[in-house]
């Protein structure tokens, strides 16, 4: 099996390990998706530094306003910047090894009920419960969107205890034969939004620990076409200036479900 290392580069560093801080100017260059919009709420911690939280929410229109889809930009950065690797190949990153095992695309939330672990199921379904892009069977009211579960495996070989950021996000090869950034990230079973009673939990932020090794899903949503090949950035933690990502790559072959 190949393993893969990598050291962040703070040159480019919002790859951060662990839910650390950035620039508010930074976090503001982040542009709406196709479909939905990233909101931030700027907040100072302890020490007074800037903290930002994150949510998706899907952008309301009236009916007869006329609406201009905004386009996001193909990635900046040279393709022989990118480091690809295939799912199944493990990387290592935030002193862990990481490997994509599979990536399911389904319309209905409810196949959380299948794969997600029964310690996180609840919270996960009260999670997808108050998304609107969802209808009341739990389908996805965009016919060409789908939800993707992404399963991966992670063993930490750390020691000591720390809090991760697993913020992530897809890039895909459209007909072009361009880079984008592209979908929105909705969840990652483990994060403490969904494990921790605080009240300031943060997105995609989770606990490891020593000799921790499980697998996790994580999910995201997009419209998922055939011709197009879709990648996972595995420098996890990369939150604003998508265009300008550099790290891995995990191309995706997808099971569409319908």
Known sequence: MKIYKTLPCFFLMAALCGCTTQSIEDAKAIEETKSYAYRYEYETDSAGE????IYNEKPTYDENEQVEEYQQGPLSNKTSM???????????????????????????????????????????????????????????????????????????????????????????KKDDGKLYPFGVQLFVDREERFTSSKDNSIAYCMDINPEDEYDMW??????????????????????????????????LDIEDRG
């Not at 800037?50 to 939280?53: D, E, G, L, R, S």
């Not at 009211?141 to 063993?155: C, S």
């Not at 996972?232 to 998508?242: D, R």
Request: hydrophobic share 35%; net charge negative; with cysteine.
């Open 218 to 251: 994580i999910g995201f949503e997009a419209p998922v076409v055939n011709s197009w090949t879709y990648y996972l950035e595995g420098s996890f933690g990369y939150i604003f200036q998508p265009t300008g990502y550099t790290g891995y790559l995990i191309e």
């Open 82 to 172: 990118m480091k690809f690797i295939k799912m199944n190949e493990t990387f290592e990153y935030y002193d862990c090894e990481f490997t994509v095992k599979e990536a399911v695309a389904t319309r209905n939330y409810n196949y959380a009920k299948e794969i997600i672990d029964d310690k996180y199921i609840d919270e996960v379904m009260k999670y997808f419960k108050k998304q609107i892009a969802y209808d009341v069977d739990g389908n996805l009211k965009e016919d060409d969107n789908r939800t993707v579960w992404i399963k991966i495996h992670m063993k930490y070989n750390g020691n000591t205890s720390k809090n991760v950021n697993m913020c992530s996000g897809f890039v895909v």
């Open 50 to 53: 800037a903290v930002t939280k």
